[in-house]
């Protein structure tokens, strides 16, 4: 999966005392993306000797270090040395070579969308502020404190025997084939979020669900958990028509085109291909 980067390390322990260095990592996303700089073909992330200066108001905020190097997010537009730099959509992550690098991007588009929604408080609309001794903002007005919030998300592979149930959503752009996944709600334990999405979904009962594994995804804020449970093929499949286009059930070896492994459903369907599932 993407965010499995080792040897390489990205550490998101907070501090707030951190000022930049030369060497340091510089994110900076716009309407068009994330500010790469490009050298014969080769991406990497903009570190401060990369730029002229930053603007005068520039307000950067530290996000984690990656391979013990911090990274600062920056709002205002920098001015950068030479014109080796490129903006690129965030989904670029899908074709960099380099994983560390996506993994970083996506990563660091998380907590920019976090601060981003969070430049004033929900309580008094009041400007906020960077908490300093930790993750949070905070409002001087109101002293409502704001921590990252991140969201609960089932995934679930649907199996029986040698089948897998895979589906198409209603939105989906590439035509791929994924698993069935959804939000937790209110009250709900994970186990009872996978039974109510492949209900809601395929109309179908499911048994004997087990954990596999979990993965963090930055482009939704959630927190993909995943699990495998098991159905009765012969059951009639009722899909819901605002959400699926299709749902079918698929024999190992006969798997149409489905999303690739740098997601948690891609992956849990390889291993259901190879049988290890």
């Keep these: 999966m993407i965010n499995e980067i080792s040897p390489n390390i990205i550490n998101v322990q907070f501090s707030g005392n951190k000022s930049i260095s030369e060497n340091d990592y510089i994110l900076y996303y716009n309407e068009e993306g994330l500010l790469w700089k490009v050298i014969e073909n080769e991406f990497s992330i903009p570190q401060k000797t990369d730029f002229e200066a930053f603007p005068g108001n520039a ?16 709002r205002d537009k920098p001015k950068t040395k030479g014109e080796n730099f490129v903006f690129k959509d965030i989904t670029f992550f899908r074709a960099m070579p380099d994983k560390e690098l996506a993994w970083l991007s996506l990563l660091g588009y998380q907590f920019k969308y976090w601060y981003q929604s969070n430049r004033y408080c929900g309580k008094c609309a009041a400007a906020t502020l960077h908490k300093t001794d930790e993750r949070a903002i905070v409002c001087p007005s109101c002293n409502t404190v704001k921590y990252p919030l991140i969201a609960p998300a089932i995934i ?23 698993l069935i996944a959804g939000y937790v709600d209110f009250g709900e334990t994970l186990e009872q979020a996978v039974k109510r999405e492949v209900a809601e979904e395929v109309g179908l009962e ?27 093929e012969n059951e009639p499949i009722k899909i819901d028509e605002k959400e699926v ?3 079918v059930w698929f024999h190992r070896g006969e798997l149409p085109p489905f999303s690739p492994s740098l997601s948690i459903a891609g992956e849990m369907i390889e291993k259901f291909e190879r049988g290890e599932l």
């Design 206 to 232: 499911v048994k004997n669900i087990r954990y596999y594994k979990s993965q963090p995804w930055p482009l939704s804020g959630s927190m993909m958990i995943g699990f495998v449970a098991e159905a009765d």
């Design 156 to 178: 679930v592979a649907v199996i029986c025997n040698h089948k897998i149930l895979l589906i198409r959503g209603m939105e989906s752009r590439v035509g791929w084939h994924t």
């Design 59 to 74: 307000e950067a905020v530290f996000l984690f270090t990656f391979n013990n190097i911090p990274c600062f997010l920056l």
């Design 245 to 247: 286009s299709e749902a």
